[in-house]
């Protein structure tokens, strides 16, 4: 939930916070911009997640995302050099790729200002 004004939350300013400490979560730079992947609003299924699905991404990377296939090509790319899952990331569209490392933000931060509600909602979201 955001505040009346919609600034976010002393939780979600917090959790932007740990998200960003990771480093870019595509080449592990300590130089990072904060993505929110639907926009700091979103909501699915009435589950507001646009704070809370957020990822940091270097400013290059961030500006990639934008970039359709070939943006997504140069992050995938980048990704399957620090993880080594060629098999499971080439295929994936950007929709995917989000999520999936949306999943390695959540594997390094056990400890979530919010519930599996929202994981779950950001689980089933879909473009």
Not at 33 to 62: C, D, M, R, S, Y
Not at 68 to 81: C, E, M, R, T, Y
Not at 94 to 114: A, N, T
């Amino acid at each position: 939930m955001r505040s009346k004004n919609n600034a976010p939350t002393a939780a979600q300013k917090k959790w932007r916070s740990k998200v960003a400490d990771l480093g870019c979560v595509v080449c592990g730079s300590t130089q990072v911009q904060i993505h929110h992947v639907l926009g700091a609003t979103a909501k699915h299924n009435k589950i507001h997640i646009g704070e809370w699905f957020i990822l940091p991404l270097h400013p290059i990377n961030h500006s990639y995302i934008d970039q359709g296939i070939k943006g997504l090509n140069i992050l995938k790319s980048d990704a399957i050099s620090r993880y080594h899952e060629e098999t499971l990331v080439d295929p994936m569209s950007l929709h995917d790729f989000e999520k999936y490392l949306f999943g390695k933000v959540l594997r390094k931060l056990q400890d979530r200002p919010f519930g599996q509600d929202v994981i779950n909602a950001i689980s089933e979201w879909s473009r």
